[in-house]
């Protein structure tokens, strides 16, 4: 029996979706549609590849399986049918990208918002996240995060300059608490952290002391998954607070925010958009590196 490639696909956007309503709007067909595609793919297989509840939908094991190594192939489908397609129209489509919360330069608004102006065929998606995942199982056309955790099976553009993690305090709590000499000393100050997730530890500040690598794990009195929560308190007195410089350079220059501990604060490899490669790199992809690499020019 020949394989059914819609129903591939049908499935492909339901694993990633997880979720059977979500997978029927990005179609535009019925929540029904969708399940009866499904039903009839497992039944073709004989093999169950999705566990459905009345409040979430997983895949098998079988299905895991399925699911990762159809994502890569669609993947490579899409843009080679994108890149075979009128290129006189010019890009075209939706361009869908995972980007870290921290990269401030890619998420301040003159450089996406001239990207849209220059290509309105093009419908940017971007989601905001600091979750780590495979961005092409995932659905996403490229990702930005700092250079140092992409997988090195990427193509990676930079995005930004080089990059600083520093600590930073208000002038109100250093009169009160005063400031550490080293970092070994944050844990006598109250300090405001950041952690991914509820279930996981709060992040360790990263330190370099005579070439050599360390971390302190300050136990943080407050945490938060958001910067913009941790600047308003770091601003209010709340405590010491770690981030990128380029974050808090607003702030400290304007007197708000005090750099400390700068001389055990190096710089390391910044933010780059990073995608898999591929012989027939989609239009839209294309025009947003070649504006990365001119902006950087």
């Known amino acids: 029996m020949p394989t059914d490639l819609n129903a ?26 969708v399940s009866q595609t499904i039903g ?25 399986r399925l699911h990762a ?21 010019g890009p075209r489509g939706q361009l869908r990208l995972a980007v870290s919360s921290i990269a401030e330069r890619f998420l301040a608004g003159p450089l996406l918002a001239g990207f849209a102006d220059a290509h309105p065929a093009v419908q ?37 300059a080089e990059q600083r993690q520093i600590v930073v305090a208000a002038p109100a709590y250093l009169a009160r608490a005063g400031a550490p000499a080293h970092p070994r000393e944050l844990a006598g100050f109250r300090c405001i952290g950041w952690r991914a997730a509820p279930q996981k530890a709060p992040y360790r500040w990263e330190f370099t002391e005579e070439g050599r690598d360390f971390t302190v794990a300050v136990a943080p009195e407050i945490t938060t998954n958001d910067m913009a929560l941790m600047i308003k308190l770091a601003l209010a007195g709340g405590g010491l607070t770690f981030g990128m410089e380029e974050t808090f350079r607003p702030y400290i220059a304007r007197g708000e925010l005090v750099p400390l501990l700068e001389a055990y604060c190096p710089p390391f490899a910044g933010f780059y958009l990073y995608y898999p490669s591929r012989r027939n790199l989609a239009p839209k992809l294309r025009a947003l590196i070649d504006l990365l690499r001119y902006s950087k020019g």
């Open 40 to 64: 009839r793919l497992e039944a073709t297989m004989g093999l169950a590849l999705v566990r459905r509840t009345t409040r979430s939908v997983s895949l098998t094991e079988a299905g895991e």
């Open 8 to 33: 591939l696909a049908v499935f492909t956007l339901v694993a990633q979706q997880r979720s059977f309503r979500a997978a029927a709007d990005r179609l535009g067909v019925t929540r029904s549609a």
């Open 124 to 160: 940017l998606d971007v989601t905001v996240t600091d979750e780590e995942f495979d961005i092409v199982a995932e659905g996403f056309d490229a990702g930005v995060r700092l250079g140092e955790v992409i997988e090195q099976d990427m193509i990676a553009v930079p995005v930004s």
């Open 69 to 89: 190594a159809l994502a890569p192939a669609l993947a490579e489908i899409e843009a080679a049918v994108e890149s075979t397609g009128d290129h006189a129209a």
